[in-house]
């Protein structure tokens, strides 16, 4: 009987042990979706840009603008097609980014603070502190954000 237990417990801590492994493991993944927003913004990638966000039809966010809200693939698309259009030079910075799997280790949670500087027809803006958060779904092996979510921060007077 104790060497069942005793078993048992071997094969219950390397389960447990594996888990942990596969969430790190999970959360690299995401981190790394993370960063290639940042380097497809910077290197204007369209293709690379839109592989990290979810095609199959839902897709739900807001952007910074009052008119940037997006309820489909579709419409998100045509939208950042024109950004891409207009806006050169992107350039973000990342900082202070959280990541959490959910325990069924096919979901992710993610906040970060962004900072981007981006010309416009030659103009330079810079938008310091934006708060992006989001939900990102594994699927085939892929992580793709699903659900996202720009704001800025208010500041009185």
Not at 86 to 99: G, H, M
Not at 117 to 123: E, H, K, W
Request: proline share 1%; with cysteine; net charge negative.
């Amino acid at each position: 009987m104790r060497r069942i237990l005793l078993w048992l417990s071997v094969i219950l801590l390397t389960l447990s042990c594996t888990l942990d492994v596969s969430f790190v493991d999970e959360e690299a993944q995401v981190n790394s979706v993370l960063d290639t927003y940042d380097t497809a913004s910077a290197n204007e990638d369209e293709e690379l840009f839109f592989s990290i966000f979810s095609d199959t039809g839902f897709i739900t966010g807001f952007g910074l603008a009052e008119n940037e809200i997006w309820n489909s693939y579709i419409d998100f698309e045509k939208d950042m097609k024109v950004m891409f259009e207009v806006a050169a030079d992107i350039k973000t910075t990342s900082r202070n980014r959280v990541v959490e799997i959910h325990e069924s280790g096919a979901i992710a949670f993610f906040r970060e603070i962004l900072d981007i500087d981006f010309t416009v027809q030659g103009n330079k803006f810079q938008r310091y502190g934006v708060r992006f958060s989001g939900v990102m779904k594994k699927s085939n092996s892929d992580w793709k954000i699903v659900q996202f979510h720009f704001s800025l921060p208010f500041t009185a007077g």
